[in-house]
């Protein structure tokens, strides 16, 4: 059982490129998430998906999108990257118990923009 | 503003000794709260949680205590191992929601148990 899957794990990119973060579950899991932790602040929700076909935006969506494939996939991508974007990335699942049951995280993509 | 505040950033304590956690929240509507555990390079992982009914949860060598009136709660470690050493998130969530999106997660306090 791998639980959630990122991919890449590490990536540089030179400003106003852009990239596409994968992530999957296979937990059968409605509600899905992008969070970005930076020192100091915890882990922000960027956005989110409590179902397949629905997103919506989070804390700091700003610059970025996503997109909600299927049920077992979320990606999170970013048109023009910007060094405020220099983050660890994590990708999350929960089932419908939402707030009052764990999420399952995935191991992180470490993203700097240069 | 923080809504959920973890005044600490770091903490050491000797193997075998209690390593206590705080976390404060300013919101009153939270009404479950989440710990987290985090290894470097590796995503946050769930270690216990408990619900504004009770006062106290008790999961091993891990309890949580919460104080609804000061809006505190605590985790407490014992004893402390070195596997242990890691960053722990506090989390806080609204009530009855399907999705995570209202929770919020503290800035973390990194703990590192000293053999």
């Known amino acids: 059982n791998a639980g959630v899957t990122q991919t890449p794990k590490f990536q540089v990119l030179k400003t106003g490129q852009s990239m596409t973060l994968q992530c999957a579950q296979d937990?059968?899991?409605?509600?899905m998430y992008w969070y970005r932790q930076d020192p100091g602040m915890g882990l922000r929700l960027i956005y989110y998906?409590?179902?397949?076909?629905?997103?919506d935006k989070g804390e700091v969506p700003n610059g970025y999108n996503v997109s909600r494939l299927n049920k077992r996939e979320f990606s999170l991508r970013l048109e023009s990257a910007a060094p405020s974007q220099t983050s660890v990335y994590f990708c999350?699942?929960?089932?419908?118990?939402?707030?009052?049951?764990?999420?399952?995280f995935g191991q992180g993509t470490r993203l700097t923009v240069v | 503003d923080q809504q959920v505040k973890q005044n600490s950033p770091s903490l050491s304590v000797q193997e075998g000794r209690i390593s206590i956690l705080n976390c404060d929240y300013t919101?009153?509507?939270?009404?479950?709260f989440l710990w987290y555990k985090k290894y470097p390079a590796e995503g946050p992982t769930f270690l216990i949680s408990?619900?504004?009914?009770?006062d106290k949860n008790e999961d091993g060598r891990f309890t949580v205590f919460l104080n609804k009136s000061a809006k505190h709660l605590s985790l407490h470690i014992v004893p402390s191992q070195p596997g242990d050493s890691a960053v722990y998130f506090c989390?806080?969530?609204?009530?009855?929601?399907?999705?995570?999106?209202?929770?919020?997660f503290g800035p973390g306090t990194s703990l590192s148990v000293i053999p």
């Open positions: 919101n009153s509507m939270f009404d479950y």
């Open positions: 998906s409590a179902s397949e076909g629905t997103t």
């Open positions: 999350a699942s929960s089932d419908d118990r939402g707030g009052s049951a764990e999420a399952f």
């Open positions: 937990m059968n899991h409605n509600s």
């Open positions: 408990i619900s504004s009914i009770k």
């Open positions: 989390a806080a969530s609204r009530p009855m929601k399907t999705s995570y999106d209202k929770v919020i």
